[in-house]
């Protein structure tokens, strides 16, 4: 008995431990809600986050002192990858946490749930970054999964919402069976959960089952479907759309990144004796995803579905990267994911600060003459609109040139080519974008006026913050890939 | 084999009691036959209507909080089980496991979810 217990180190999950606090204040401030509390749920949550921010960097051991702890019999893994990763969510937490408190208002929708659920949704991801075992795994993606599915439906009032949560929840519910029966088979052929463990098993006695194989198969469908990678990407656009502005901006950004956490780490920790059966699999899947994103985004004039369909794109593009894997490659996955963060929810700031209320302005003819009555929030999201397109000096130039550069370096000429090109397939829709707030005339004078966006402090103050990390990175990157190198290095 | 004696004194004793039970009834129960009683019984739904019943959201919601809580009680049977090996620990990580437990059900309580008319 006292063996079970001297493994248990509880400050490895001491980020985890707040932030549950935190949500479950949350609902216990709903629960005993006066009016007054209205107010006070973001700010509540956003203390929570900054807590846990200062913990994730701080337990169980300084990020610069590049520690691996485990904890829980191995079934949790605090390295500096897996730290990096909290930082990102974190920070597409608090980013959404400051665009979404002006949204409730307007839409009078205050509830603590929000709040209480992106913290549990962000808790989820934590334990999908840390997860040493494959079941622990599967116990973050549902905690990430399930608070999404309730948040995508979260203005139950809109029928596109409605339908929004019902397709996530239905198409969802599925790829998580296929990740569970990737474990099971997984375990039937190894014996084992621990992504270390199936390692050390898969190099010992080699590839002597089917079911391996199989089971490595249905993980990439089940993180498919998590990054919205194709042919798994069906539900994006719809999703995308329906859910509520500061909700997708949520989900393009961390759960994604989350669910690229937990592949990388069963892939590259745990199945690396399979690369050979991967490696064409995962070729086929980035080539499909670039292109399919990009090219049907071309065509859309709905803003969220379009940038739905460009996180399709750039799923693709982090996942050239993926496939690079050795250090070049997984540390610019972590940059890109990084940049993104910053890059598309500072664009869904501005679509939420734009879409009034019941989001009825989301069109790209709505940004029509925006540069002209409202010059800030133009360039803001010009900027952000470039960053996507990979335009430098943003961070998504520099991102770009690391994916590429580390496909070059791996002999995936190939690929890169083919990323290169969709690039600038992917500039047409995103300029198209900035034409029309420059260059184009509202429709009617009438309509511009009741455009008028609406701009609170925290809502700025998520743009400033994005707009910083998006220049940042893209004209500073060399402290960026020091702390990036540091977080590869872990995973060896 | 002698350990199996007590599941079989225990098969036995299941069976005569649940035979009793329906020989006793049958043998001094009143039997008064009328309409309604005659009806298949299923928890207060009408026994023909159109397939297409829409059942109240009610029904799902109870049945998610009785679920929630029976877990409650699975866990803690091992707990109680193993309550001097575990010792204060044990005691303490149960403890906040409840806790989060009960601001679950302060949670629902609260909100009116387990108001069936409101």
Redesign the interface.
Known sequence: MEQVMSTINLSAIYPEIILTCFSLLILLMQSFSTPRFKEYYGYVSLVGVLAALAFVVMEPSSFFAQTVVYSFNDMWVVDNYARFFKLIFLLGTGLTILISMKYLEDEAMQYGEYFALILFATIGMMIMASAGELITLFLGLELMSLSLYVLAGYTRVRMVSNEAALKYFILGSFATGFLLYGIALIYGSTGTTSIRAVAASVGKYGLYSPGLVMGMAMLVVAFGFKAALVPFHMWTPDVYEGAPAPITAFMSAGPKAAAFAAFARVFMEGLPALQMEWTWLIWIMAALTMTIGNVIALVQDNIKRMLAYSSIAHAGYVLVAFLAAGELGISSVLYYLLTYTFMNIGAFAIITALSGRGEPRVFVRDYQGLGFQHPFAAVAMSLFLFSLAGIPPTGGFMGKFYIFSAAVKEGYIGLAVIGVVNSVVSVYYYLRVTVAMYMEEPSSVREAEAAAPIFSPALVIAIFISAYGVLSLGLFPSSYVAIVKQSFLALQ | MSEYIHVLIMLVLAAATAGGMLVATSLIGPKKSFIDKMEPFECGESPIVSPKLRFSVKFYLVALFFVIFDIEAVYAYPWAVLFK??GL?GFIEMMIFLT?LA??L??V???GALEWDR
């Open positions: 090996e575990l620990f989060i601001i679950g302060i949670y309580w609260r909100r």
